[in-house]
């Protein structure tokens, strides 16, 4: 099936030209947000501060003709993975591949320009929807790839649930006994619960989540309210989905000013290594969110090192697979860790928390997706390490809302998920993990406007983003792909797509496959 044919079936597309306009808006808004002066030219151009160019486009390095949205979909592999729980390939009801391509088009101008004040004389940014949508699939092209042979997921279905009220609700734990307790506290058969938890938890990774039936039918039989009590009781998160989404009421971020203090001088970066060569940043984070801003800061040139827990980070034994510096590691975990470096430390020791403050004294940045309640308890809150670093820029990753802190249980609460959900199916979250892809991509923008405005103003910057805000950013594209279409093939194998020889210049495939910075910097 081609685009083309995909589209003529769909009831739900607008047209958006031939330019990635959606791209170059979003690219806009936040640039000017970080107080940077930008003209728009009607091909997808921004002018930046009057020294700088950045071109949006729809294939970049990707050797198709990309000229929609939908293509980008098609082609990258993103209807494919966000079809998975439905059967086959769908399109996602959002531009997520161009609101994507904008917020890194917006954290790349910002590198180059800061970059440009030191010295190197950046004069234009690239960057392609194609390529904002490899790296929104990171995860998934990696396990496709592995050493460890792995089948493309398959399984229809999944959450949400109805209650007997008719409320379509999301649950979440990350417990395995929190999920037991809560199902045969409603009378599911503990051998039901325990078949479905592995699928449940692997969601996140698969895009697939095939839940036995009897979990829905008692759902179904019981009351929201009773289900809210017994889920409370059992540690389990419920969360009801909103059926009318609240887009972006402003910026996706908020920078406050920290105290003022002595900075020390900026080496100047070195053009070949990045527009952030030179910074290095502290990453306290697991899962998705938080590990994809440190990704991106590690793609424009940055030293990352992140902080794991004594014996490395459980989720780099999550199979598959692969061979990464001659050592096993998970692929997807390789994905989103691949060139940073790792202090162990237990943040629950006097030990580990010094090990980190003695870390972040050397540091730019420190990107963390900690509950607040956390921070001040292991000493690592702003106020604290702006002490122990003077002009730190201190950059909060979360969920966005009390009680909701994952990816899908934020589409739910957002609205989101009625986006995203096929014509005439009830609103459900997409298990292709959009809010934490695009999460990450705002948190590391804002790090970066952070490090402007630092350079700017010389004091301390405090940036705050989360899930609920990136999941708004992607309310406000809701036009969903467009009809101009240049009959591009659907991806249906992400393992196919990596071999393609028309993806090489933006995949890295000396291994798992990873893929490559997605901006091209000239100077």
């Known amino acids: 099936m081609t685009s083309d044919q995909l589209l003529r079936e769909s009831t739900i597309l607008v047209g958006q030209g031939s330019t990635p306009r959606v791209a170059a808006r979003v690219a806009a808004g936040l640039l000017r947000a970080a107080g940077v002066e930008v003209a728009e030219a009607p091909d997808g151009v921004l002018e930046v501060d009057r020294a700088l160019t950045c071109r949006l486009s729809w294939a970049g390095p990707v050797a198709l003709p990309l000229r929609s949205e939908a293509d980008v979909q098609a082609a990258c592999g993103v209807m494919h993975v966000h079809g998975r729980r439905y059967g086959g390939p769908r399109l996602l009801g959002v531009d997520f591949a161009s609101v994507a391509a904008g917020v890194l088009a917006a954290g790349g101008s910002l590198a180059a320009l800061r970059a440009r004040q030191l010295g190197v004389p950046y004069r234009e940014v690239g960057v392609s929807v194609a390529q904002a949508a490899l790296l929104g699939l990171s995860q998934y092209l990696a396990a496709a790839t592995a050493d460890e042979l792995c089948a493309e997921p398959a399984g229809v279905g999944g959450p949400p649930f109805r209650s007997s009220d008719g409320i379509w609700f999301e649950l979440e734990t990350l417990a395995p006994d929190g999920w037991l307790r809560f199902w045969t506290e409603l009378g599911v058969d503990r051998r039901v619960v325990g078949r479905s938890w592995l699928p449940f938890q692997a969601r996140y990774g698969t895009a697939t989540c095939p839940l036995p039936d009897e979990l829905f039918a008692v759902a179904e039989q019981l009351a929201f309210q009773y289900l809210v009590a017994s889920a409370e009781r059992c540690g389990v998160a419920v969360t009801a989905v909103e059926a009318r989404p609240v887009a972006a009421d402003g910026v996706p971020w908020r920078r406050r000013e920290g105290a003022a203090g002595a900075q020390r001088p900026c080496e100047a970066p070195r053009g070949g290594w990045g527009p952030l060569d030179g910074v290095t940043v502290v990453e306290v984070a697991r899962r998705v969110q938080g590990p994809m801003a440190g990704r991106v800061l590690s793609l424009l040139g940055a030293r990352v090192v992140r902080v794991e827990p004594p014996g490395g980070d459980p989720l780099r034994g999550v199979p598959p697979m692969t061979a990464l510096d001659g050592e096993p590691v998970s692929a997807r975990f390789a994905a989103l860790n691949h060139g940073k470096e790792v202090l162990e430390a237990d943040l629950r020791s006097e030990e580990g928390r010094s090990a980190v403050r003695e870390l972040v004294r050397e540091a730019d940045v420190l990107v963390h997706s900690l509950a607040p309640s956390k921070v001040v308890e292991l000493g690592l809150d702003a106020d604290t390490l702006e002490v122990v670093r003077p002009g730190l820029v201190y ?24 986006l995203v959900t096929p014509s005439g199916l009830p609103p459900r979250p997409t298990l ?23 350079a700017r103003t010389g004091r301390a910057q405090r940036v705050e983003s989360s899930l609920l805000s990136a999941a708004r950013l992607l309310s406000g594209a809701a036009s969903g792909a467009d009809r101009l279409g240049g009959g591009v093939a659907v991806c249906t194998d992400l393992a196919a797509l990596a071999d393609d020889p ?15 910075a997605p901006w091209e910097f000239r100077t």
């Open 502 to 516: 028309q993806f090489a210049a933006a995949l890295d495939s000396s291994g798992c496959t990873v893929v490559r």
């Open 432 to 454: 292709l993990t959009v809010c934490d892809v695009l999460g990450g991509l705002v948190c590391a923008t804002a790090a970066v406007a952070g490090l402007t405005a630092r």
């Open 395 to 418: 950059a909060q990753a979360s969920g966005g809302a009390p009680g909701v802190n994952t990816d899908y249980p934020v589409q739910a609460y957002s609205g989101l998920a009625a």
